[in-house]
């Protein structure tokens, strides 16, 4: 993918403040801190378009961008760290729901996972949305760089088994020396080069 232009176009949190669907969305979604906004960095050539955080937790908005006035790839907040107060963390789940359901738009989901760690239950249940809602998933297995080989092998077998798909579909990538980024692309223009996925439905019905 050749990046020309990456822009900010709005942080929001429902529905409303969402910007104009007019454009294929792919959205980044996984546990605070396991990477998701280095690894929208990195893909589009960018040091700090996102900001990266040590505070995990920080990003509690839906962050869109423009790619090339061509498509839109979205940040997601992060789930599952403890310090956040439940009140936060109770907005959560309806939060990407509503999204979920509503942006018709939506090609795509990267969800991203530590190869150092088990998959939470807002990973398997983020899987499970993306299902319902006929939304494509990408996994992405981040901060390879951090584990061997051998061990990066045993992590992605004990993944796949707690996410209940096949150790193929796991892509790794790290942050830190780009391993991973043009498969990752692929993935990327394959999801948003496909036709309008069946919650377009969804979304009117709710509406
Ligand atoms: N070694 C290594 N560190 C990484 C990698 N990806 C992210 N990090 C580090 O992990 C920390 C969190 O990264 P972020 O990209 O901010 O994670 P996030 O998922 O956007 O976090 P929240 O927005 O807080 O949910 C930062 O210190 C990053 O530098 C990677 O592939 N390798
Ligand atoms: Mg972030």
């Known amino acids: 993918m050749l990046i020309k232009q990456v822009e900010f176009i709005k942080s929001a949190t429902k529905a409303p403040h ?8 792919i959205a980044f979604a996984g546990r605070s801190n396991v990477g ?15 900001r990266t955080s040590s505070t995990p937790g920080r990003t509690q908005l839906i962050n869109f961008f423009n790619v090339n006035g061509q498509f839109t790839l979205v940040d997601l907040p992060g789930y599952g760290f403890a310090k956040v107060p439940l ?19 939506l090609r795509g989901v990267i969800l ?7 998959p939470v239950a807002e990973d398997i249940q983020m899987l499970h ?11 992405v297995v981040t901060k390879c760089d951090k584990v061997s080989r051998n061990e990066r092998g045993r992590q992605a077998r004990i993944i796949a088994q707690t996410l209940g798909v096949a150790p193929e579909d796991l892509n790794f990538f790290s942050a830190l020396n780009k391993e991973g980024k043009d498969q990752i692309w692929q993935r990327i223009e394959s999801a948003l080069s496909e036709k309008e996925p069946g919650n377009s439905a969804a979304a009117d019905e709710t509406t």
Not at 112 to 118: C, E
Not at 129 to 139: E, F, K, N, R
Request: hydrophobic share 45%; aromatic share 8%.
């Open 18 to 25: 969402y910007p104009p669907g007019d454009l294929p969305e």
């Open 112 to 118: 991203i996972l530590d190869v150092r760690r088990i």
């Open 129 to 139: 949305w993306l299902q319902s809602y006929a939304v494509t998933p990408i996994l």
């Open 87 to 105: 009140a936060v963390k109770k907005q959560w789940g309806p939060m990407m729901e509503h999204y979920l359901a509503k942006r018709a738009n």
């Open 36 to 50: 998701k906004s280095s690894l929208i960095n990195a893909l589009v050539n960018r040091k700090n378009l996102v």
